[in-house]
């Protein structure tokens, strides 16, 4: 999951994050909260597609998560 401050939204600094993750650490899934359209938004712009759901976190709360990996990955 990545975080970025409210008052930095906007301005490309989570799409050059991702861009590193993506490039230098190999980042091809993630997990983000269901209940956040904008992030889903942003990782599907990004080339991430949801593979699977949950009805909760993975410490067992009543959140549900969103598993998405990057197009073309298996």
Excluded: W
Aim: hydrophobic share 30%.
């Amino acid at each position: 999951m990545l975080f970025i401050a409210p008052e930095e939204v906007g301005r490309g600094l989570g799409r050059r994050l991702m861009g590193y993750g993506i490039q230098h650490c190999g980042v091809e899934r993630l997990a983000v909260n269901e209940q956040n359209p904008q992030a889903r938004g942003f990782y599907e712009h990004m080339g991430f597609q949801v593979c699977k759901r949950t009805e909760t976190d993975e410490q067992g709360d009543p959140y549900p998560l969103l598993y998405m990996k990057r197009s073309g990955v298996e």
